[in-house]
Protein backbone atom coordinates (compact mmCIF):
# COMPACT_ATOMS: atom_id res chain seq x y z
CA UNK A 1 0.00 0.00 0.00
CA UNK A 2 1.26 3.27 -0.89
CA UNK A 3 1.97 5.74 2.02
CA UNK A 4 0.28 9.50 2.04
CA UNK A 5 2.42 11.82 0.69
CA UNK A 6 2.54 14.47 3.42
CA UNK A 7 3.90 17.42 1.08
CA UNK A 8 2.56 18.56 -2.21
CA UNK A 9 3.86 17.69 -5.79
CA UNK A 10 5.44 19.99 -7.94
CA UNK A 11 2.33 21.31 -9.69
CA UNK A 12 0.84 21.94 -6.27
CA UNK A 13 3.98 24.44 -5.45
CA UNK A 14 3.95 25.95 -8.95
CA UNK A 15 0.44 26.54 -8.31
CA UNK A 16 1.34 28.70 -4.71
CA UNK A 17 4.14 30.06 -6.57
CA UNK A 18 2.14 31.51 -9.18
CA UNK A 19 -0.59 32.59 -7.19
CA UNK A 20 2.50 34.70 -4.48
CA UNK A 21 3.75 35.67 -7.90
CA UNK A 22 0.31 37.32 -9.16
CA UNK A 23 0.31 39.35 -5.58
CA UNK A 24 3.95 40.59 -6.66
CA UNK A 25 2.38 41.59 -9.79
CA UNK A 26 -0.48 42.94 -8.94
CA UNK A 27 1.63 45.58 -6.88
CA UNK A 28 3.93 46.21 -9.72
CA UNK A 29 1.74 47.23 -12.10
CA UNK A 30 -0.57 49.23 -9.09
CA UNK A 31 3.08 51.37 -9.27
CA UNK A 32 3.72 51.58 -12.76
CA UNK A 33 1.94 54.22 -13.25
CA UNK A 34 4.04 56.28 -11.16
CA UNK A 35 7.02 55.56 -12.88
CA UNK A 36 6.03 57.54 -15.88
CA UNK A 37 6.36 61.15 -13.25
CA UNK A 38 9.31 62.71 -12.30
CA UNK A 39 10.63 63.67 -9.01
CA UNK A 40 10.22 66.98 -6.79
CA UNK A 41 11.84 66.96 -2.92
CA UNK A 42 9.06 67.23 -0.42
CA UNK A 43 7.07 64.90 2.07
CA UNK A 44 3.65 64.12 1.61
CA UNK A 45 1.96 61.27 2.90
CA UNK A 46 -0.14 60.60 -0.81
CA UNK A 47 0.56 61.30 -4.20
CA UNK A 48 -2.26 61.95 -6.79
CA UNK A 49 -2.03 60.87 -10.21
CA UNK A 50 -4.02 62.05 -13.08
CA UNK A 51 -4.46 65.15 -15.08
CA UNK A 52 -2.74 67.54 -12.90
CA UNK A 53 0.90 68.88 -13.80
CA UNK A 54 3.61 66.73 -12.54
CA UNK A 55 4.53 69.11 -9.96
CA UNK A 56 0.92 68.97 -8.60
CA UNK A 57 -0.14 65.16 -9.32
CA UNK A 58 3.43 63.45 -8.09
CA UNK A 59 5.00 65.93 -5.35
CA UNK A 60 7.94 64.09 -3.66
CA UNK A 61 7.81 60.77 -5.83
CA UNK A 62 11.70 59.94 -6.59
CA UNK A 63 11.91 57.91 -10.00
CA UNK A 64 15.27 56.83 -9.76
CA UNK A 65 14.48 55.71 -5.94
CA UNK A 66 11.45 53.77 -7.19
CA UNK A 67 13.25 51.98 -9.91
CA UNK A 68 15.80 50.86 -7.58
CA UNK A 69 13.78 49.52 -4.98
CA UNK A 70 12.09 47.82 -7.48
CA UNK A 71 15.24 46.57 -9.00
CA UNK A 72 16.63 45.31 -5.38
CA UNK A 73 13.23 43.46 -4.73
CA UNK A 74 13.70 41.25 -7.67
CA UNK A 75 17.46 40.72 -6.91
CA UNK A 76 16.33 39.64 -3.25
CA UNK A 77 13.78 37.49 -4.09
CA UNK A 78 16.28 35.98 -7.06
CA UNK A 79 18.37 35.05 -3.90
CA UNK A 80 15.54 33.12 -2.66
CA UNK A 81 15.03 31.21 -5.93
CA UNK A 82 16.68 29.82 -7.66
CA UNK A 83 20.13 30.94 -5.43
CA UNK A 84 18.97 29.69 -2.37
CA UNK A 85 16.96 26.62 -3.56
CA UNK A 86 20.26 25.48 -4.85
CA UNK A 87 22.78 26.27 -2.76
CA UNK A 88 21.04 24.68 -0.23
CA UNK A 89 20.06 21.75 -2.34
CA UNK A 90 24.06 21.18 -3.50
CA UNK A 91 24.78 20.62 0.17
CA UNK A 92 22.26 17.75 0.66
CA UNK A 93 22.19 13.96 0.15
CA UNK A 94 21.09 13.29 -3.43
CA UNK A 95 17.72 11.88 -2.32
CA UNK A 96 16.86 15.01 -0.65
CA UNK A 97 17.26 17.69 -3.11
CA UNK A 98 13.95 17.82 -4.45
CA UNK A 99 12.67 18.38 -0.60
CA UNK A 100 14.60 21.22 -0.54
CA UNK A 101 13.99 22.89 -3.59
CA UNK A 102 10.16 22.68 -2.70
CA UNK A 103 10.83 24.29 0.70
CA UNK A 104 12.16 27.37 -0.83
CA UNK A 105 9.97 27.92 -3.26
CA UNK A 106 6.72 27.00 -1.66
CA UNK A 107 7.94 29.85 0.89
CA UNK A 108 8.43 31.97 -2.16
CA UNK A 109 4.51 32.08 -2.74
CA UNK A 110 3.40 31.14 1.03
CA UNK A 111 4.97 34.02 2.37
CA UNK A 112 3.82 36.25 -0.14
CA UNK A 113 0.69 36.18 0.51
CA UNK A 114 0.99 36.48 4.34
CA UNK A 115 2.75 39.21 4.21
CA UNK A 116 0.52 40.74 1.82
CA UNK A 117 -2.12 40.17 4.27
CA UNK A 118 -1.68 40.53 7.67
CA UNK A 119 2.55 40.37 7.92
CA UNK A 120 2.73 44.30 6.33
CA UNK A 121 0.14 45.09 8.72
CA UNK A 122 1.86 43.67 11.89
CA UNK A 123 5.35 44.68 10.62
CA UNK A 124 5.07 48.39 9.73
CA UNK A 125 1.42 49.40 10.71
CA UNK A 126 0.98 51.93 13.42
CA UNK A 127 3.68 53.72 15.96
CA UNK A 128 3.39 51.44 18.53
CA UNK A 129 6.69 50.22 20.12
CA UNK A 130 5.96 46.90 20.05
CA UNK A 131 3.71 45.38 17.58
CA UNK A 132 1.99 46.85 14.47
CA UNK A 133 -1.58 47.33 14.13
CA UNK A 134 -4.48 46.34 11.28
CA UNK A 135 -3.87 49.68 9.14
CA UNK A 136 -2.10 47.91 6.29
CA UNK A 137 -4.26 44.65 6.79
CA UNK A 138 -4.79 42.98 3.16
CA UNK A 139 -2.80 45.94 1.59
CA UNK A 140 -5.35 48.67 3.37
CA UNK A 141 -4.00 51.62 2.65
CA UNK A 142 -1.24 50.54 0.39
CA UNK A 143 -2.77 49.96 -2.63
CA UNK A 144 -3.55 52.80 -5.29
CA UNK A 145 -7.00 55.01 -3.83
CA UNK A 146 -9.56 56.86 -5.30
CA UNK A 147 -10.45 60.23 -3.74
CA UNK A 148 -12.00 63.06 -5.24
CA UNK A 149 -11.99 62.16 -8.47
CA UNK A 150 -8.48 60.88 -9.23
CA UNK A 151 -6.28 58.34 -8.27
CA UNK A 152 -3.96 58.81 -4.80
CA UNK A 153 -0.74 56.98 -4.59
CA UNK A 154 0.10 56.19 -0.72
CA UNK A 155 3.52 57.11 -0.28
CA UNK A 156 6.64 55.92 2.17
CA UNK A 157 9.09 58.56 1.76
CA UNK A 158 9.78 58.93 -1.92
CA UNK A 159 8.73 55.97 -3.36
CA UNK A 160 4.68 54.18 -3.12
CA UNK A 161 4.10 52.40 -0.11
CA UNK A 162 3.08 49.32 -2.47
CA UNK A 163 7.00 49.44 -3.61
CA UNK A 164 7.81 49.66 0.25
CA UNK A 165 5.54 46.67 1.04
CA UNK A 166 7.00 44.56 -1.89
CA UNK A 167 10.82 44.87 -1.21
CA UNK A 168 10.13 44.30 2.52
CA UNK A 169 8.20 41.77 1.17
CA UNK A 170 11.19 39.87 -0.44
CA UNK A 171 13.19 39.92 3.02
CA UNK A 172 10.38 38.47 5.07
CA UNK A 173 10.61 35.64 2.09
CA UNK A 174 14.14 34.89 2.09
CA UNK A 175 14.73 34.85 6.27
CA UNK A 176 12.27 31.64 6.79
CA UNK A 177 14.01 30.47 3.96
CA UNK A 178 17.40 30.61 5.30
CA UNK A 179 15.87 28.68 8.12
CA UNK A 180 15.49 25.72 6.48
CA UNK A 181 19.20 24.78 5.98
CA UNK A 182 19.05 23.28 9.79
CA UNK A 183 16.42 20.87 9.04
CA UNK A 184 17.28 20.32 6.02
CA UNK A 185 16.67 16.36 5.77
CA UNK A 186 14.74 16.29 8.85
CA UNK A 187 11.19 18.10 9.25
CA UNK A 188 7.79 17.35 7.96
CA UNK A 189 6.65 19.49 4.96
CA UNK A 190 3.25 20.11 6.49
CA UNK A 191 4.63 21.19 9.90
CA UNK A 192 7.50 23.11 8.44
CA UNK A 193 4.62 25.18 7.05
CA UNK A 194 2.88 25.80 9.70
CA UNK A 195 6.27 26.25 11.70
CA UNK A 196 7.27 28.73 9.06
CA UNK A 197 3.64 30.98 8.81
CA UNK A 198 3.75 31.06 12.83
CA UNK A 199 7.29 32.23 13.19
CA UNK A 200 6.92 35.18 10.32
CA UNK A 201 3.58 36.16 12.16
CA UNK A 202 4.72 35.74 15.79
CA UNK A 203 8.83 36.63 15.37
CA UNK A 204 9.68 38.64 12.25
CA UNK A 205 7.03 41.11 12.06
CA UNK A 206 7.79 41.98 15.97
CA UNK A 207 11.45 42.22 15.04
CA UNK A 208 10.65 43.88 11.80
CA UNK A 209 8.33 46.62 13.67
CA UNK A 210 11.38 47.38 16.39
CA UNK A 211 14.09 47.77 13.90
CA UNK A 212 12.93 49.01 10.87
CA UNK A 213 9.19 50.71 11.86
CA UNK A 214 9.01 52.67 15.39
CA UNK A 215 9.87 50.13 18.02
CA UNK A 216 12.15 49.44 20.94
CA UNK A 217 15.04 48.64 18.90
CA UNK A 218 14.74 51.11 15.99
CA UNK A 219 17.66 53.87 16.30
CA UNK A 220 16.56 57.17 17.56
CA UNK A 221 13.13 56.92 18.01
CA UNK A 222 11.07 57.32 21.26
CA UNK A 223 10.30 54.13 22.10
CA UNK A 224 14.28 52.62 21.89
CA UNK A 225 15.27 54.97 24.78
CA UNK A 226 14.74 51.50 26.70
CA UNK A 227 17.41 50.09 24.64
CA UNK A 228 20.11 52.61 24.69
CA UNK A 229 18.64 54.21 22.10
CA UNK A 230 18.65 51.52 19.46
CA UNK A 231 20.53 49.90 16.63
CA UNK A 232 21.16 50.60 13.32
CA UNK A 233 20.34 48.06 10.97
CA UNK A 234 21.02 49.03 7.19
CA UNK A 235 21.32 44.93 5.81
CA UNK A 236 18.72 43.06 8.12
CA UNK A 237 21.53 41.86 10.94
CA UNK A 238 19.14 41.95 13.41
CA UNK A 239 15.56 41.15 11.71
CA UNK A 240 17.10 38.73 8.78
CA UNK A 241 20.35 37.05 9.69
CA UNK A 242 20.74 37.30 13.15
CA UNK A 243 17.11 35.68 14.09
CA UNK A 244 17.23 33.03 11.23
CA UNK A 245 20.32 32.09 12.68
CA UNK A 246 19.36 32.02 16.30
CA UNK A 247 16.07 29.98 15.31
CA UNK A 248 18.10 27.46 13.21
CA UNK A 249 20.29 27.30 15.80
CA UNK A 250 17.20 25.90 18.07
CA UNK A 251 15.80 24.47 15.73
CA UNK A 252 19.15 22.49 14.50
CA UNK A 253 20.08 22.02 18.55
CA UNK A 254 23.66 22.50 17.46
CA UNK A 255 26.61 24.27 18.39
CA UNK A 256 27.57 28.09 16.59
CA UNK A 257 29.34 31.02 16.87
CA UNK A 258 29.07 34.49 16.19
CA UNK A 259 31.74 36.49 14.96
CA UNK A 260 31.79 40.02 16.65
CA UNK A 261 32.94 42.96 14.43
CA UNK A 262 33.16 46.44 15.74
CA UNK A 263 33.03 48.91 12.94
CA UNK A 264 32.71 52.52 13.08
CA UNK A 265 29.51 54.76 11.50
CA UNK A 266 28.82 57.85 10.74
CA UNK A 267 25.51 59.78 10.68
CA UNK A 268 24.70 60.73 7.36
CA UNK A 269 22.96 63.42 8.13
CA UNK A 270 24.77 65.10 10.84
CA UNK A 271 28.25 63.80 10.29
CA UNK A 272 28.66 63.06 14.37
CA UNK A 273 30.58 59.74 14.87
CA UNK A 274 28.68 56.26 16.48
CA UNK A 275 31.30 53.62 16.06
CA UNK A 276 32.91 52.84 19.13
CA UNK A 277 36.38 53.18 17.56
CA UNK A 278 35.21 56.52 16.63
CA UNK A 279 34.53 57.76 20.50
CA UNK A 280 30.52 56.92 19.46
CA UNK A 281 28.00 55.04 21.79
CA UNK A 282 25.72 53.10 19.17
CA UNK A 283 27.88 49.96 20.10
CA UNK A 284 25.29 50.35 23.44
CA UNK A 285 22.15 49.82 21.30
CA UNK A 286 23.80 47.16 18.59
CA UNK A 287 24.67 44.98 22.17
CA UNK A 288 21.33 45.83 23.29
CA UNK A 289 19.78 45.32 19.76
CA UNK A 290 21.60 42.09 19.94
CA UNK A 291 20.77 39.91 22.81
CA UNK A 292 17.25 40.91 22.80
CA UNK A 293 16.76 39.35 19.25
CA UNK A 294 18.79 36.64 20.66
CA UNK A 295 16.72 36.00 23.91
CA UNK A 296 13.00 36.52 21.94
CA UNK A 297 13.78 34.51 18.77
CA UNK A 298 15.05 31.42 21.02
CA UNK A 299 12.09 31.53 23.04
CA UNK A 300 9.38 32.15 20.10
CA UNK A 301 11.14 29.13 17.65
CA UNK A 302 11.45 26.58 21.15
CA UNK A 303 8.04 27.59 22.21
CA UNK A 304 6.73 27.69 18.74
CA UNK A 305 8.64 24.40 17.72
CA UNK A 306 7.14 22.15 20.64
CA UNK A 307 3.77 22.95 20.29
CA UNK A 308 3.52 21.80 16.69
CA UNK A 309 5.65 18.52 18.07
CA UNK A 310 3.02 18.30 20.03
CA UNK A 311 -0.22 18.84 18.18
CA UNK A 312 1.43 17.43 14.80
CA UNK A 313 4.71 15.93 15.10
CA UNK A 314 7.86 17.20 13.45
CA UNK A 315 9.91 14.60 12.92
CA UNK A 316 9.54 12.16 9.54
CA UNK A 317 9.53 8.73 10.34
CA UNK A 318 12.89 6.52 10.27
CA UNK A 319 11.83 5.15 7.48
CA UNK A 320 11.01 7.79 5.47
CA UNK A 321 14.18 9.43 6.43
CA UNK A 322 16.13 6.18 5.35
CA UNK A 323 13.84 6.55 1.90
CA UNK A 324 14.71 10.17 1.45
CA UNK A 325 12.18 13.19 1.57
CA UNK A 326 12.21 13.23 -2.33
CA UNK A 327 9.91 10.09 -2.55
CA UNK A 328 8.95 10.12 1.13
CA UNK A 329 7.12 13.60 1.34
CA UNK A 330 7.17 14.46 -2.73
CA UNK A 331 6.47 11.12 -4.46
CA UNK A 332 9.36 12.37 -7.07
CA UNK A 333 13.17 11.52 -7.53
CA UNK A 334 15.23 14.60 -8.53
CA UNK A 335 17.98 12.32 -9.85
CA UNK A 336 17.11 9.56 -11.90
CA UNK A 337 19.96 7.15 -13.11
CA UNK A 338 18.70 4.93 -15.90
Known amino acids: MKKPIDAPSATAVLTLLRLGLFVVAISCLAIAPTQAMAAEPSEPTTAAVGDLPVEESAPGLSLSDNTWMLLSSALVLFMTAPGLAMFYSGLVRKKNV??????????????????????????????????GNFE??????????????QSVVPMEGSIPRLAHMLFQ???????????????????????????????????????????????????????????????????????????????????????????????????????????????GSVIVGQIVATAVTWVFASVATFILLKIIDATMGLRISEADEIEGLDLSQHGEEGYIVI
Open 169 to 279: GMFFIITPALICGAFAERMKFSAMVVFMVLWGTLVYCPLCHWVWDSGILAYGTESAKISAGGALDFAGGTVVHISSGVSALICALAWAAMEWITRAVSDMAEGSPLGLIEG
Open 136 to 149: FIALQNVQLQWAEG
Open 98 to 131: IGVMMQCVFLMGLMTIVWALWGYSFAFGGSGGYF
